[in-house]
């Protein structure tokens, strides 16, 4: 896994870059004082894994993390505990407070490497299937883990301002991710999803009824977007 490691401490950064040293698989790329610079280093390479700080000068590291693109796994490094929910509502991967333990650094990256592996296989997965090429699962992350989405199951993916928001038939278990739909789509099969508000993607299995502005998914009724209307209607033969 390649890793950057994001801190303006650098007694704090010696002590990460100590760590990975002693940890097979684990590449160090960079080393970024300035939240800044590190923008540029992200944007110009591919980072599996990043060591972050929060309180740093010019952009809060949550900050940053809210700001990049196709997001990596994030390892919070920070002495102040009062981040956690934050960071946990960022979907990092682990939150360690510093000085930091080597146990807790251990324990953090087996984390990482394990939902590291589990992504790559689902897309090794995908790849490999020449009979039926469209996947029955993706893998989402949700809280501090990636989670198993069984596409059979999905009836809509739902838009908030920072998260999706997947509802699950016929458990009414719901998953909160840091994603984008833009992202999301490009993982499920065409001929199954499709969004019908830009709030909105749905699974055409689950439609019960439509409207003349709304879909019905079971006891839900999800508006149908203008800009959408005439694709919903094309989709469904209406």
Do not use: W
């Amino acid at each position: 896994m390649t890793v950057v490691i994001i801190d303006d401490e650098p007694l704090a950064i010696e002590v990460i870059e100590s760590y990975i040293l002693q940890v097979n698989g684990l590449e160090l790329l960079a080393t970024c004082t300035n939240p800044l610079d590190a923008i540029n280093v992200l944007n110009k390479n591919k980072v599996d894994l990043i060591f972050l700080d929060i309180e740093m000068p010019n952009l809060n590291g949550l900050d940053l993390v809210r700001n990049i693109e196709n997001l990596p796994q994030i390892i919070i490094t920070t002495a102040y505990s009062q981040y956690a929910l934050e960071g946990f509502e960022l979907n990092v991967t682990d939150y360690l407070i510093k000085p930091v333990p080597f146990h807790r650094f251990l324990k953090a990256v087996a984390r990482a490497k394990k939902n590291h592996e589990l992504e790559i296989g689902s897309r090794k997965g995908t790849e490999n299937e020449t009979d039926d090429p469209q996947p029955d699962f993706i893998f989402i992350k949700a809280e501090y883990d990636r989670m198993r989405v069984n596409l059979n199951e999905l009836a809509y993916i739902e838009g908030l301002k920072d998260y999706l928001k997947f509802h699950l038939k016929p458990s009414g278990k719901v998953l909160l991710t840091l994603s984008s739909f833009k992202e999301i789509l490009e993982k499920l099969p065409s001929s199954k999803f499709f969004r019908v508000h830009r709030s909105f993607v749905v699974n055409i299995d689950f439609i019960t009824a439509i409207q003349k502005t709304k879909i019905q998914v079971g006891d839900v009724r999800i508006p149908i977007g203008e800009k959408y209307k005439k694709e919903v209607y094309k989709r469904l033969n209406l």
